[in-house]
């Protein structure tokens, strides 16, 4: 019944079979607390985007940031200049590890919203969150594609970094 699982599993290839059984899976039981409830009915209401921005040890560990590196503000803004053009009206829903970060070095002219009130014991409300917006920029982060693959919208715009890892594995 149990299973551990470690790896990059950043493609649906490995899993798409058991695609129905997975998002099942990963339907929170547990009740959400009420900014998260709050803010789902506003992600439902807009053309909500999910922004995620991963720092944390990709910054901190000299390790994990040789593997991985972090996406620059560039990438952010290209990013979003892209779902602008593609997307009437949109509503930026900001997540991150670094949300000090983020609300400091990240100006959008758009609305926006930073989704600050969570914390490692209850990031999975992060990923509730994300997945429920209408279209994601995701880092190069496995949270954040999760956040993507599990929004439902067949007709989702999802940008992603062209490179996942600052070197070849």
């Not at 991150?96 to 983020?102: H, Q, R």
Request: net charge neutral; proline share 3%.
């Amino acid at each position: 019944k149990n299973i551990f699982l470690k790896g990059y599993f950043q493609s649906e290839k490995y899993f798409i079979k058991f695609e129905d059984q997975l998002r099942k899976d990963f339907e929170i039981k547990s009740p959400l607390k009420k900014q998260t409830i709050d803010f789902l009915k506003i992600i439902e209401a807009e053309n909500s985007v999910s922004l995620h921005i991963r720092r944390g040890d990709y910054v901190t560990n000299p390790e994990a940031n040789a593997v991985h590196g972090t996406c620059d503000l560039n990438y952010y803004h290209r990013a979003i200049d892209i779902i602008k053009e593609k997307i009437d009206k949109p509503v930026f829903f900001i997540f991150s590890d670094d949300i000090d970060w983020a609300k400091e070095n990240l100006k959008i002219d758009s609305p926006i919203y930073f989704v600050d009130f969570n914390d490692a014991s209850t990031n999975y409300e992060d990923i509730k969150l994300m997945s429920a917006c209408k279209h994601n920029i995701i880092a190069n982060s496995s949270f954040s594609w999760w956040g993507a693959w599990l929004n439902a919208n067949r007709s989702k715009t999802v940008i992603a970094p062209s490179r996942w890892f600052k070197i070849d594995i």
